[in-house]
């Protein structure tokens, strides 16, 4: 079972970047899709970016040119940077590795928050 770890998240001013990261373990990089999801309070949860097991990248388009997901195979860890952050990007972030088989299971970190202040 593949298991999440995020951290980086914390209070930045509108217009501020923060880098979010997830620490995956019993991971094998080929059989999955790294994606970055958010839920905003009163809100359903929402993909924010995905990086395919290739190397594909997709964005929200709520965040397309702002933020960048990326992942360090060597470190296994999946980045999120975001830059000119909003206040409408105040969220908890979720890690969530998709298996390419529906033989294995999905798996959610525990979520990290961010918080965009005006």
């Known amino acids: 079972q593949v298991q999440l770890v995020e951290s980086g998240g914390g209070l930045v001013q509108a217009g501020g970047s923060l880098r979010l990261s997830c620490a995956a373990s019993g991971i094998i990089w080929s059989m999955y899709f790294m994606a970055w999801y958010r839920q905003a309070p009163g809100n359903q949860r929402e993909l924010v970016a995905k990086?395919?097991?290739?190397?594909?990248?997709m964005y929200a388009d709520s965040v397309k040119g702002r933020f960048t997901i990326s992942r360090d195979t060597a470190k296994n860890t999946v980045y999120l940077q975001m830059n000119s952050l909003k206040p409408e990007d105040t969220a908890v972030y979720f890690c969530?590795?998709?298996?390419?088989?529906?033989?294995?299971?999905?798996?959610w970190g525990q979520g990290t928050q961010v918080t965009g202040s005006s």
């Open positions: 990086i395919t097991n290739g190397g594909s990248t």
């Open positions: 969530r590795a998709e298996s390419t088989s529906p033989r294995r299971g999905n798996s």
